[in-house]
Nanobody, 114 residues
Framework: QVQLVESGGGLVQPGGSLRLSCATS????????MRWYRQAPGKERELVAG???????TYANSVKGRFTISRDNAKNTLYLQMNSLKPEDTAVYYC????????WGQGTQVTVSS
């Protein structure tokens, strides 16, 4: 079964950085497009970034230039490096993959506050 486990969230001050990880299993990681989503309280879940099997990346305008999505195919792990964090980045961050059906991780909380 597809399993996605996010980690790395926490509390940081505005301007700080975090690196989120998504450990995956149950599918051939190298063969699938991977995504990071986030959901803030009272808001819809939104796509943050995506990465192709070959490493090409796409970002939401709100995070472009600050966040970097990457993948380590040898470790079956997806990453999201978040720099210059803003309070509006506060959300639960989820990794996502579609293997016949959409699969979601449990999410990891990111809180940006002074």
């Amino acid at each position: 079964q597809v399993q996605l486990v996010e980690s790395g969230g926490g509390l940081v001050q505005p301007g700080g950085s975090l690196r989120l990880s998504c450990a995956t299993s149950g599918f051939t990681f190298t063969s699938y497009y991977m995504r990071w989503y986030r959901q803030a309280p009272g808001k819809e879940r939104e796509l943050v970034a995506g990465i192709t099997t070959s490493g090409s990346t796409t970002y939401a305008n709100s995070v472009k230039g600050r966040f970097t999505i990457s993948r380590d195919n040898a470790k079956n792990t997806l990453y999201l490096q978040m720099n210059s964090l803003k309070p509006e980045d506060t959300a639960v961050y989820y990794c996502n993959v579609i293997v016949r059906r959409v699969s979601w991780g449990q999410g990891t909380q990111v809180t940006v506050s002074s």
